[in-house]
């Protein structure tokens, strides 16, 4: 049976740090999240991941893409949300489109979903699953993000919650890291239950 190709793609990183707050750097959580989650598939044979960044490295966001397109893998981004708003919460996920173009639910949404529904499951607020694309339309509704654009295989980018929010950031830059294990596990569950070839679709 052929395996499952993910490319785990921690954001940021090296130049970029992504959000910021206090000594909490986007890159580190994202990074440590990301090795999280490598750690729980690899313990799963039906799974080959790679990551595309093993440190705090500068990675354009070309390349990324383009090992998930060269290992012909799905691409899961991991990153954290922060906002002036310092009361904003809650987990997201974003995908390219909703549906197909015969109008069906993508597997790029349902991907989502099933992860979204398991950063909920951890006491994070819902903010939904939201895509950059309205298929029906043929254009653009939200932002064109490069990791969901240019992929051949569904993509999704994964917010953790917010750096910004004082409470949030506390559960993300835990020195024990318990909270980022359950998040890595939560995102391992929504991505198994939806491209385990036992369960079903892989395409």
Not at 49 to 55: A, Y
Request: proline share 2%.
């Amino acid at each position: 049976m052929d395996k499952v190709k993910l490319v785990i793609d921690p954001g940021h990183g090296g130049d970029d740090p992504g959000a910021v707050n206090g000594a909490l750097r986007e890159a580190d959580v994202a990074l440590r999240v990301s090795h999280a989650l490598k750690d729980v598939l690899d313990t799963h044979p039906e799974y080959e991941v790679s990551l595309t960044r093993e440190g705090d490295t500068t990675v354009p966001l070309s390349a990324r893409t383009g090992l998930a397109n060269r290992l012909d893998a799905y691409l899961v981004s991991i990153h954290c949300n922060a906002a002036e708003n310092k009361s904003a919460h809650g987990a997201e996920v974003w995908c390219f489109a909703n549906t197909d173009t015969d109008g069906a639910e993508s597997l790029g949404h349902r991907l989502a979903g099933a992860i979204q529904d398991g950063l909920v499951s951890l006491g994070l607020a819902d903010r939904g699953v939201k895509a950059i694309y309205d298929v029906r339309q043929k254009k653009y509704v939200g932002r064109k993000l490069w990791v969901l654009r240019k992929t051949k295989r569904p993509a999704v980018l994964v917010e953790c919650g917010f750096i910004s929010n004082s409470d949030e950031a506390a559960r993300l830059g835990d020195i024990h890291g318990d909270f980022r294990h359950r998040l890595a596990v939560a995102v391992f569950r929504g991505i198994d239950k939806t491209l385990n070839q036992k369960g079903g679709d892989n395409g």
